[in-house]
């Protein structure tokens, strides 16, 4: 296939000599100087804060990572569909940005895992994305499924289920704002200001949608140590949301999470015992590959105790 090639900007031929690790590395180590500055920002300011989408919830939380990505193809319409008959609270899915400016719902910079072609996103227009089917990698009896658009998600989700859209590192530039206007474009059109969370890696991208849109819940994805001084920042800038790699996290850190007033969502637990000691620590929702065996653990711990209810 003779898919077109865009013409590009010194400075962003520059910047994508980072991708993807580097530019990585350099986005962990922005957490301290965004943190810093935002702390200084939001006490010397009054801060709108976030709508608090999870205030109304209890419990943990069950959420389809990509959909219900164990059996299905990721990020694609089917598996957000099998997710929801499964009674997800939240779908999580990944966007990024082609060529010609549409918000697309994929996790990988480049296709080949998924169209076993070496081929970006960023460089493709929708059109041409259309033609490349990414299903047949999981099995091929879901050979014909498409990276959809977001507004194509808003369209199947139903408003009472929340969705987290992560902005992925390669959808991102140092330099434009481009892509996190793109979302809150299509969060604003499609009316779900108040069931999103946007979520990144990159503090920087984070900044910018509390600056765009204040009024849209945001979290930071952490993965690295919790110390104490990232802990009283995260707190002071009202942070109100970290989803934090599991590996992270232990009872002394969730009790400190705690005290500042911070909900934790993490990612991805896949096993009866990772749900488990989820539960015991507290954590507000759980991000799983999984949705099916979620719904049962969860089922179980809501299930009466009739002996208890004779005591």
Not at 233 to 247: K, P
Not at 250 to 261: F, I
Not at 279 to 298: A, K, N, R
């Amino acid at each position: 296939m003779n898919l077109t090639r865009p013409k590009i900007s010194t400075l962003t031929k520059i910047e994508r000599l980072l991708h993807p690790k580097i530019k990585e590395v350099i986005a962990k180590s922005l957490v301290y100087y965004f943190t810093i500055k935002e702390f200084y920002t939001y006490r010397h300011s009054r801060y709108q804060g976030h709508q608090h989408v999870l205030k109304p919830f209890k419990g943990l939380l069950n959420i389809g990572h990509r959909g219900f990505s164990s059996q299905y193809p990721e990020n694609t319409l089917l598996a957000f569909e099998k997710a929801l008959e499964h009674h997800v609270d939240m779908i999580e899915l990944d966007v990024q940005l082609t060529q010609d400016g549409q918000i697309v719902v994929c996790h990988d910079p480049d296709l080949e895992r998924l169209t076993k072609q070496k081929v970006f996103v960023r460089d493709l227009t929708f059109v041409e994305l259309q033609t490349l089917e990414v299903g047949s990698w999981k099995d091929t009896a879901y050979t014909g499924q498409l990276i959809p658009r977001l507004s194509e998600v808003f369209e199947l989700i139903p408003k009472h289920t929340l969705i987290n859209i992560e902005i992925k590192h390669e959808a991102t530039s140092f330099f434009t704002w481009q892509t996190e206007q793109a979302v809150l474009d299509l969060v604003k059109a499609h009316q779900r200001e108040k069931q999103v969370i946007i979520s990144a890696f990159n503090p920087m991208v984070v900044n910018r949608i509390r600056k765009l849109a204040p009024e849209i819940s945001t979290a930071y994805l952490i993965t690295q140590t919790l110390n104490p001084l990232l802990i009283f920042l995260l707190a002071n800038i009202r942070a109100a949301y970290l989803h934090v790699d599991f590996s992270y996290l232990n009872p002394q850190v969730m009790r400190k999470l705690k005290r500042k007033g911070l909900r934790v969502l993490s990612y991805t637990l896949n096993t009866q015992q990772d749900y488990q000691t989820a539960y015991e620590l507290g954590l507000s929702g759980i991000f799983t590959d999984h949705p099916d065996q979620l719904q049962t653990f969860l089922a179980e711990l809501n299930r009466p105790d009739p002996l208890r209810a004779l005591k």
